[in-house]
């Protein structure tokens, strides 16, 4: 981390998961310059503020800032805009000064590697995040949400036993924000590995951090949803799934989205309702849209 980094209180309170907090510091500056726009960028885009991270972060790359770039990258892929996504990393290391900025280079491209299901390529962005993030300054605040990653990674590779350990990595080391998407990450690979008692535990304590970071609802719905589908209570299920839905389309998250689509469908097949077809042609125009919006 380079001292001007060391120095900014808005990237302080970011660490420390206390994005509201940033957004207060950074009214309180008298003059903001590029870096103190990138902070506070990525503060409104962790509440889910989408079209003013979208605003600072432009400001902050055209005001010299290139390492927005990255924070820049993430939002356009939360928006399915993944051909600008990658756009915004290209040639980008050679004009990184920090260890931060590598980590958090190398997380985001794992980000795009895992949405595009190059999971070896991904594993291989984490190692090299997961080293940068050893030799910066913040250490564990960084290398939390990079062992998340790797247990989606290893999740989606089906190593569910491999996954639920490194997202318990990820609890220890993370914010609490980041708990709150590590204890969501862990029971849904628990809940699939049949493990119902400690998956409720981790759906409990993840309900009670959303007040830390409310864009995680939707995704705390569809993990609910998945786990009363183990718990064989189907109706339930179907409820939570279609929570999850309403959710993720006021915050936009048109993959969570997608998935609970997809689980209505499962259910309402098993059941031989006709609602089936209208929640699959629906999760199928979302991931078209995705592929369209992102080609």
């Not at 190398?106 to 590697?113: D, K, T, V």
């Not at 914010?175 to 628990?190: D, E, F, K």
């Amino acid at each position: 981390m380079s001292n001007r980094q060391q120095e900014n209180q808005i990237l302080a309170e970011v660490l420390l998961g206390d994005y509201r907090g940033g957004l207060t510091r950074y009214d309180q500056l008298p003059a903001p310059v590029a870096e103190d726009l990138r902070w506070a960028g990525l503060c409104h885009l962790n509440l889910g503020h989408h079209i003013e991270a979208r605003d600072l972060l432009a400001r902050a790359v055209a005001q010299g800032c290139r390492a927005a770039r990255i924070e820049l990258a993430a939002l356009y892929r939360f928006s399915g805009e993944r051909e600008l996504a990658a756009a915004m990393l290209m040639q980008l290391e050679q004009h990184l000064d920090s260890s931060l900025d590598m980590a958090l280079l190398h997380r985001e491209q794992a980000q795009q590697l895992t949405l595009s299901g190059d999971l070896k390529a991904a594993g291989r962005e984490l190692e090299h995040a997961w080293i940068s993030a050893g030799a910066s300054w913040p250490g564990a605040p960084l290398r939390g949400p990079i062992a998340q990653l790797q247990g989606t990674v290893l999740s989606l590779r089906g190593l569910d036993q491999l996954a639920a350990e490194r997202y318990e990595v990820a609890w220890h080391l993370g914010s609490p924000p980041r708990q709150v998407y590590a204890l969501l990450a862990r029971a849904l690979s628990l809940t699939y590995l049949g493990r119902l008692l400690e998956a409720a535990h981790d759906l409990t304590s993840a309900q009670s951090g959303l007040a830390h970071v409310p864009v995680a609802r939707a995704y705390w719905f569809y993990v609910h949803a998945t786990f009363l589908r183990a718990c064989l209570k189907d109706r339930e299920a179907d409820q939570q799934y279609a929570a999850a839905i309403s959710q993720a389309q006021e915050s936009g998250e048109e993959e969570t989205e997608v998935h609970a689509e997809l689980g209505r469908a499962t259910l309402a097949t098993a059941e031989g309702r006709a609602q089936a077809r209208g929640h699959l042609v629906r999760a199928e125009q979302l991931a078209q849209d995705w592929k369209v919006t992102s080609s």
